[in-house]
């Protein structure tokens, strides 16, 4: 089993940021991806950013130039800083991983990104 716990979420007004992180714990030596999904209301799940096989990340078109995705190894922790923050970014964000060796996608319980105009 693989526990995620994220934290960092909260209101911005447009133009603001924040930093998301989300720390891994159990049973981790065989994730091999770990990232950040989005839901806003009414909308779909999407992917806004992933560090895949190798180390390389994936960013969504929409936060390219506006998000980094990082990760501490040492802390197990990856981290989605978010810059120039508009109202389309609100939406709760949840941290997922995948365990290669399972083949199981866990994500954390989600936090709440809150941009204002």
Same mark, same amino acid.
């Given at each position: ?10 209101l911005v007004q447009a133009g603001g940021s924040l930093r998301l992180?989300? &720390? ?9 991806? @770990?990232? #950040? ?12 950013? &992933? %560090? ?8 969504? =078109?929409?936060?390219?130039?506006? %998000? ?5 190894? &040492? ?6 800083? @978010? ?7 609100? &939406?709760?964000? $949840?941290?997922?991983? $995948? =365990?290669? @060796?399972?083949?199981?996608? $866990? #994500? ?10």
């Amino acid at each position: 089993q693989v526990q995620l716990v994220e934290s960092g979420g909260g209101l911005v007004q447009a133009g603001g940021s924040l930093r998301l992180s989300c &720390a891994a714990s159990g049973s981790i030596s065989s994730i091999s991806v @770990m990232g #950040w999904d989005r839901q806003a209301p009414g909308k779909q799940r999407e992917l806004v950013a &992933a %560090f895949r096989y190798g180390g390389s990340a994936v960013y969504a =078109d929409s936060v390219k130039g506006r %998000f980094t995705i990082s990760r501490e190894n &040492a802390k197990n922790t990856v981290y989605l800083q @978010m810059n120039s923050l508009t109202p389309d970014d609100t &939406a709760v964000y $949840y941290c997922y991983a $995948y =365990d290669t @060796m399972t083949r199981r996608n $866990y #994500w954390g319980q989600g936090t709440q990104v809150t941009v204002s105009s």
